[in-house]
């Protein structure tokens, strides 16, 4: 079935207002001050907070 009367552009575009993408929100280590996801380990330092940081390894080749 077809619809009966066509939806205008402005109200198509009100109905997918909430489809865009949003920005990933990034924070700085306190620790080395490289950016990383909140309340998760920095992948540069592996720190998490002042009384945990995980060990990383240095040697990557």
Known sequence: MLPVQKHSKSRKRKRRSHHALKPI???RCPQCGS???????????????????????????
């Open 35 to 61: 950016s990383k996801l909140p309340h998760c380990a920095c992948d540069n330092c592996g720190y998490v907070n002042p009384k945990l940081a995980l060990q990383m390894d240095t040697d990557q080749a």
């Open 25 to 27: 929100h990034y924070v």
